[in-house]
């Protein structure tokens, strides 16, 4: 038996039409999961769909996370077909905005995209989790090391991430009766559509100063993914409240 194995398993990611979300679920495929990939762009999703193995095991579900109502009229015919073992929450978006330009709008946006769909999306995703349930459950939001540590123009990009980092705590707790295990993963730099249309991500000076600022340089999306894979898997069953910190680094200094 193989703990680390995702045979079997029904595995939700949102953001799957893009970056880290797209790399884990092309890596979660190769550990034998059956995927329902979330995201807003079909064209995008097939292309991901296209990348997994075992293309058959997988679906496809194009819906906007803010979308409330399609979103549930979506999960209500797979909880009553599928039960779940788990949901990536990748879907976000970033922002560099300094504090003069922060707006109610700008707070907003980044609160719903951040927060408030990863939160509907993952209260409709462990409804297939009953009370008698002998296997596991497992949550994962992506924070960032943003959450943990500051730099200018992250102040609401800044504060979203914090916010989930602490609701991952009490829900860790609240949800550990139901066998439903909650962790975050908190990652550094890594190259993805989301960080190459930054403004400094063109500038070869910036990007030198962000490898430098992690030790073991900037990273990649695999590196997101296998620890999904671990935190997804039978290998992590004793794990929640967590926050695992991918950085290469950056914030060991
Ligand atoms: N890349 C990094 O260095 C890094 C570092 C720390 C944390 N993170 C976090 O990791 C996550 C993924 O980032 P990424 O770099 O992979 O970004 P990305 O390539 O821009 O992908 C973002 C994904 O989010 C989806 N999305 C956004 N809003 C959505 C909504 N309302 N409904 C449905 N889907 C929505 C997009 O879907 P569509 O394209 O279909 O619209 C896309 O698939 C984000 O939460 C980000 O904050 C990234």
Known sequence: ??????????????GASSGLGRNC????????????????NMSALVQTLNECLNQENHQLICCDL??????????????????????????????TLPFRNTSD???????QANIYSAVNVS?????????????????IFIGSIMGLVGESGKFVYSMTKGA?????????????????RVNMISPGWVQTPMTENQYYAKNQEAMDELNKKHPL?????????????????????????TNLILDGGYTAK
């Open 1 to 14: 038996m193989n703990p680390f194995s995702l045979v079997n398993k029904n595995i939700i990611i949102t």
């Open 25 to 40: 679920a092309v890596e979660c495929s190769k550990q034998g999961a059956n995927l329902f990939l979330i995201g807003r």
């Open 66 to 95: 803010l979308d409330t109502e399609k979103l549930k009229q979506i999960f209500l015919p797979l909880n009553e077909k599928f039960h779940f073992h788990g949901l990536v929450n990748f879907a976000g978006i970033s922002l």
């Open 105 to 111: 709008s700008k707070l907003n946006e980044l609160f």
């Open 123 to 139: 209260k409709l995703a462990i409804k297939s989790q009953k009370d008698s349930s002998s296997t596991q459950f497992s949550l």
């Open 164 to 180: 989930l980092l602490a609701g991952v705590k009490s829900l860790a707790v609240e949800l550990a009766p139901k066998q439903i």
């Open 217 to 241: 340089g900037v990273g990649k999306p695999e590196d997101i993914s296998w620890a999904c894979i671990y935190l997804l898997s039978d290998a992590a069953r004793w794990v929640t409240g």
